[in-house]
């Protein structure tokens, strides 16, 4: 993009995808060609309106704290217009942000359109990233798939930075690639007639249509979807075949592959290319799909240790009053069980009552005996262990990988035990054993009597394919899982923790007294019950 384009990059945070919509947070970042031009805006908006449970939840903003916070819509829109003046208005969402949100709130307010239409850069992202490697182009999917900084997710403002991030190390390579760099060229980018190369749908669902050149299978099925009577599938089809007839093959797609601080590790030169769908390039495909699955993996295994550790220090503390807690809600529980018995069967029917308690319980026991175990041996690990265990980690878990031998159910077997005790280890911090099995992994894999295997594999090109969407589907499942441990009440005690290790003995004091108020509470209600049996029957059987 030249230089000297100067535009405006805009995110709202809303009340919901339900009308009437209500923009809450408008947060905007002037620019000029890639690069930030200023401070950027951040206002919330006060509509005096509820905000549903579900929005609430992704944006965290309620009728109070907007009503704390906000300002007047007339006022934010006032001061917006004074900041954005008649630049073209961009977002990763434009359709939505300005079309459906923007626009119509502006229109019942009375308020003039404020900038003038730019382009959308989930579009931009969207094509300069075909076929997307990461699964999907959700914002905060490409953040973690690309190793982009964290600013806050679903705030205005955070997802703002996100997509400066996003466009300026990632889309403006690629975009230079193509030459794009004017303003004028990326808009027409965006809005050029387009479909992704994965086919979305169909027989031959999320292959690449440029595979149809080698494959008259594939070829056909695009025919027979260009001859269809629907007019958005004939349309598709037909862009398909003309894109073949052109002789065009795989559009460049961008995948870094550089460690979490930023330097590239020697795997790859930055950005990997993918221009044919040949052997060479799957395999090529396949190495840095791996390498991002093993930092996700271990980016993941770290975070979830650190929040069990903490999860084992408050078990450790208030397990006694958990288990007696829960001992008392299951002795409610079958009292009332025994009553309703007694009183419709009989005191014989009843009587059997007291063994399913005693099962039921012993089983409630040894479930906090498991808890307990798992969590035994959660430790720490200082900055120079983490150091040493990352690199072994990834190491190994790039050499040996339960997808090497996908189509052999013995070896991968032995795959799928040895990555287990890789993972176990990493969980447990056990460096001396990723130590030994990096050592003489195949010494390992005979001590544990498992099925010998070759440490090198070769695959077919339709394997290869197999095995690249397999870890594909495998990072984008990942990536979901970080964000819900980062969204979990235990992941925000823990990052509280780490500054301040004191909090935890005090959620254990808040935690305790309320446990100790309910155990009270249900001692008196199991009490009662026991009263009502044995007014009935002499005494409680249990």
């Not at 300002?71 to 217009?81: L, N």
């Not at 930023?262 to 044919?276: E, N, P, R, S």
């Not at 271990?298 to 240790?305: A, C, D, T, V």
């Not at 999860?311 to 309703?340: P, S, T």
Request: glycine residues 6%; hydrophobic residues 35%; proline residues 4%.
């Amino acid at each position: 993009m030249n230089h000297n384009t100067p535009w405006i990059l805009i995110d709202t945070e809303t009340s919901g995808i339900a009308q009437p919509i209500f923009a809450v947070e408008l947060a905007a970042q002037k620019m000029r060609g890639w690069e930030r031009d200023g401070e950027p805006f951040r206002r919330l908006l006060n509509h005096g309106c509820e905000v549903p449970a579900e929005a609430s939840r992704v944006n965290g903003f309620t009728r109070e704290i907007l009503e704390r916070d906000g300002s007047p819509p007339e006022e934010v829109y006032r001061d917006f217009a004074a900041y954005a003046g008649k630049l073209p208005v961009v977002s990763y969402n434009l359709d939505y942000d300005r079309d459906q949100v923007l626009l119509p709130e502006w229109k019942k307010l009375g308020i003039n359109e404020i900038g003038t239409r730019g382009f959308c850069a989930l579009k931009l992202a969207q094509r300069l990233l075909d076929p997307v490697p990461a699964g999907n182009c959700k914002l905060q999917t490409l953040r973690q798939y690309y190793r982009l900084p964290e600013h806050g997710a679903h705030t205005a403002l955070g997802d703002v930075e996100t997509v400066i991030d996003l466009m300026q190390q990632v889309l403006r390579p690629l975009a230079g690639k193509r030459g794009l760099d004017g303003w004028d060229a990326l808009r027409d980018f965006t809005e050029d007639e387009w479909y992704p190369s994965r086919l979305p749908f169909g027989k031959f669902k999320d292959r690449l249509y440029q595979e149809a050149a080698g494959n008259a299978e594939l070829n056909s099925w695009l025919e027979w979807l260009a001859a269809s009577s629907n007019e958005r599938s004939s349309t598709m089809g037909l862009w398909y075949l003309a894109q073949l007839a052109s002789g065009v093959t795989l559009e460049d797609t961008a995948l870094l592959d550089l460690d979490s601080d930023g330097k590239d590790d020697g795997a790859t030169d930055g950005l990997v290319i993918f221009q044919h769908a040949e052997v060479a390039q799957y395999r090529r495909l396949v190495e840095v799909a791996r390498g991002r699955l093993a930092d996700l993996e271990l980016e993941f295994g770290i975070e979830k240790s650190k929040v069990d550790s903490v999860r084992a220090r408050l078990f450790g503390a208030l397990r006694k009053f958990y288990q007696e807690r829960d001992r008392l809600r299951l002795l409610i529980q079958y009292r009332n069980v025994y009553l309703h018995r007694l009183l419709s069967d009989g005191e014989e029917a009843a009587g059997k009552t007291a063994g399913d308690y005693e099962r039921e319980s012993g089983e409630k026991d040894r479930e906090y005996d498991s808890t307990a175990s798992a969590l035994k041996g959660k430790r720490e690990l200082n900055e120079e262990e983490t150091a040493r265990l990352k690199k072994l980690w990834k190491k190994l878990v790039r050499m040996f990988h339960p997808d090497q031998y996908e189509q052999d159910p013995e070896k991968r077997k032995t795959y799928e035990l040895l990555t287990q005790a890789i993972n176990e280890a990493r969980d447990r911090g056990d460096i001396e054993l990723l130590e030994a099995i990096a050592k003489d992994p195949q010494a390992f894999i005979l001590k544990q009597g498992w099925v010998p295997v070759a440490l090198d594999g070769s695959h077919t090109l339709a394997q290869l394919r197999s095995l690249y969407e397999h870890l594909r589907a495998r990072i984008l499942e990942l990536i979901e899982t970080l964000d819900d441990l980062r969204a979990s009440p235990d992941y925000e005690l823990f990052q509280i923790a780490e500054k301040d290790e004191r909090v935890i003995d005090d959620v254990v004091e808040t935690q305790k007294s309320e446990l100790e108020e309910e155990i009270d509470a249900l001692e008196a209600e199991a009490d009662k019950k026991a009263a009502e049996i044995e007014e009935l029957v002499g005494k409680s059987p249990f």
